[in-house]
């Protein structure tokens, strides 16, 4: 049972310090606490934890402008983050987590400045039927966070210009263009600022919840703990991935996700596999990634392989199947 709200706002812009802190409010909140973690990142992709990052984005030009790649914990696909976007994260342990409460105090914020707004899909919010809130989530030792974006009036041409984005997935939303399946809530409710979206989130934190948010205590966080967790988030290994040339690649579009298969395969055995995926469920492929590795190359072994592997829920036991008919269809 929840007693305790706190408020944590990240001082920077920098998004390997803000995911840092991130990761350290997960590491630190406690049983009966929510932290509602309000961040923004300046001029940034970033990509989910099983993504090809220069598949996602256009690397080269980003960094050249100046801007950064960060990959996140969570899975979900890429986005991009300028000072016209607001981030938020819910920290919560296991029992007291609830994507629909959590949900509701974006919601009623939104709908306390005017605007009228509605959960769509997988993981979106939506008003007029265009998205302004993406949504991800993870959870690690009973702790669990889930959070998003707000875009506000964020730089659409940036935004269209750094992500790369399928055409399947545009075709799945049945929209064009990237730029066109977003909205700024400046453009439905004009003179509204990040600054008036932070304090509507404040108070709906505070109304669903039925508590008034403290200032989380910052002395509950270790330096050191957050230099190491800047670190990894900043380096080249996490943010791009050990790349290698692959010898067969299967790609498809399924309702939870988008996923590409890489294999390197020497004398008929696989000496490595890679499987890029913005599925929300974090964990899964990369069981999949690891069953695969010195397996002889053929579907039946492949497949076996993944119907092996213990499935926690539906979705799981959804992506195992729709894996093993990509694998079918592609090798037989």
């Not at 909140?29 to 992709?45: A, F, H, R, S």
């Not at 980003?62 to 696909?77: I, K, P, Y």
């Amino acid at each position: 049972m929840l007693n305790t709200l706190y408020i944590a706002t990240a001082s920077g812009t920098n998004p390997y310090a803000n995911l840092a802190l991130e990761e350290a409010l997960l590491n630190a909140v406690l049983p009966g606490e929510c932290i509602l973690y309000l961040w923004q990142n300046q001029n940034t992709v970033v990509i989910g934890r099983n993504q090809n990052s220069r598949r996602e984005c256009r690397v080269e030009a980003l960094e050249r402008d100046g801007g950064f790649l960060a990959r996140r914990l969570s899975g979900g696909g890429a986005v991009f983050h300028d000072l016209g976007n607001l981030n938020f994260t819910f920290l919560v342990h296991r029992e007291d987590y609830s994507v629909p409460r959590q949900l509701d105090v974006i919601l009623r914020a939104v709908q306390a400045l005017g605007i009228q707004a509605e959960k769509s899909g997988r993981n979106d919010l939506t008003a007029g039927g265009r998205k302004f809130s993406g949504n991800a989530f993870y959870s690690s030792g009973g702790r669990c966070y889930h959070h998003g974006t707000i875009l506000i009036d964020v730089d659409a041409e940036k935004m269209s210009h750094y992500l790369h984005v399928s055409a399947g997935k545009l075709q799945s939303k049945g929209v064009p263009s990237v730029r066109s399946r977003v909205v700024n809530l400046v453009e439905l409710v004009p003179g509204i600022t990040v600054e008036t979206v932070r304090q509507a989130l404040t108070a709906a934190f505070g109304e669903v919840y039925h508590g008034t948010p403290l200032p989380f205590p910052t002395g509950r966080l270790a330096g050191e703990e957050l230099r190491r967790l800047e670190e990894k988030f900043a380096s080249w290994e996490w943010r791009m991935g050990k790349e290698a040339d692959f010898t067969y690649a299967l790609s498809r579009r399924f309702f939870w996700g988008e996923i590409t298969i890489q294999f390197r395969v020497s004398a008929g055995q696989v000496e490595e596999a890679a499987v890029y995926t913005d599925a929300m469920d974090v964990f899964y492929a990369q069981r999949v990634q690891q069953a695969w590795k010195g397996l002889p190359f053929t579907c039946g072994s492949l497949c076996a392989a993944v119907k092996a592997l213990p499935m926690e829920d539906q979705e799981q036991a959804q992506m195992s199947r729709d894996i093993r008919s990509l694998l079918e269809e592609c090798m037989l």
